[in-house]
């Protein structure tokens, strides 16, 4: 049995979940998280802490060392091994995490299309961005229009694919747009834009307290794979290590650029017609966890 909850970056799943396992005994935490499978990748992700995955099981945390590449197919393959080891116990799942992909990868089982690493190889060294975001739009148009010019990584995986398999990228399995139904019950928490902003920045600033700088610092001397170099937080500190930004300036960018990616994310969600949306005024662990307690007792019903 699965439940989840999604919403934007700061708006609370992580306290609400932590309560809901708090209240309903068997329920384990399975984060949906593409950055949080790297080890030492703590603070800027803002993994659960030492205290709390000892109060309570947590799952597809510190998977793999930030050194190594980490697919979304394997992310599949992970939750599936987890999900069977929680129902052996006669536990249920609670997913949790803000990865719109790998969230809808695992709930509806998506059909993955393979991996093409010399291909992906040759577009890696193509600094520009934009520029295969051209390439992609002539050879794949649909696919080009459901991503942001500058994401990279998608930008890249998506050529990689149609070039690698020759066919376009946007004609494997159902595609993004289709929502079947789907045994995982979804709760939303959406709050308003100013708030989650406000709720952004003060994150920001308590990460930089407890020793973003140094972690990354650690990070970068090891060395970080191209998936996650792509955290938010990480690559803008990096531009701070390597004198190409103040630590202010990367602070900024840092803020502005989880807001657009929380908004991304609320926007992510919001198409999904399969969301119960929980709209928070205050405070989302009394507001929502009764929600999500209900949508566990309605799947053993």
Known sequence: MRVAIVGPTASGKSAVALEVARRLPGVELVSVDSMQVYRGMDIGTAKATAAERAEIPHHLLDLVDASDEFTVRDFQDAHARAVDEIGARGGAALLVGGTGLYHRAVIDDLDLPGEFPTVRAELDADPDTRALHDRLRTLDPLAASRMEPDNRRRVVRALEVCLGSGRPFSSHGPGLDAYPPSAVAQIGIRRPRPVVAESVERRVRRMLETGLVDEVRTLAEAGLSRSASQAL???????????????????????????????RQERWFRRDPRVRWIDVESDPVSEVVPSVIQAFDRTTT
């Open 233 to 263: 937080g990480y690559k803008e500190v990096v531009d701070h290590l390597e004198g190409r930004a103040s630590l202010d300036e990367s602070v900024h960018t840092i803020i502005a650029r989880t807001r657009r990616f929380a908004v």
